[in-house]
């Protein structure tokens, strides 16, 4: 079994910056997807940015682009979401999903709030 744990939500001013970190622990193997989402109240989740777990290249929203990115570290099996430039639009909890041919293992969420 997979599971994975995020971090590093807080209370930001816009304009303002976070790393979140999405650490992976289990029989992870042959990992074929790994990404973030974001849920605001009152929406659908929504897919922020996704990473090629074997090559590092990596798609965004386009209502991020430019702002936010995508890394891992496969040697501590984490991922993680940095975030610059902050808008108030950004508020929701962030959840990272990393799929397997056999697992679609789900954080359950850090909260980011961007507010002055």
């Known amino acids: 079994q997979v599971q994975v744990v995020e971090s590093g939500g807080d209370l930001v001013q816009p304009g303002g910056s976070l790393r979140l970190s999405c650490t992976a622990s289990?029989?992870?193997?042959?990992?074929?997807?790994m990404g973030w989402y974001r849920q605001a109240p009152g929406k659908q989740r929504e897919l922020v940015a996704r990473?090629?777990?074997?090559?590092?290249?990596?798609n965004y929203a386009d209502s991020v682009k430019g702002r936010f990115t995508i890394s891992r570290d496969n040697a501590k099996n984490t991922m993680y979401l940095e975030m610059n430039s902050l808008k108030p639009e950004d508020t929701a909890v962030y959840l990272c999903?990393?799929?397997?041919?056999?697992?679609?293992?789900w954080g359950q969420g850090t909260q980011v709030t961007v507010s002055s």
């Open positions: 999903n990393v799929r397997g041919p056999d697992y679609n293992a």
């Open positions: 289990g029989s992870i193997f042959s990992i074929y997807f």
């Open positions: 990473i090629n777990p074997s090559g590092g290249s990596a």
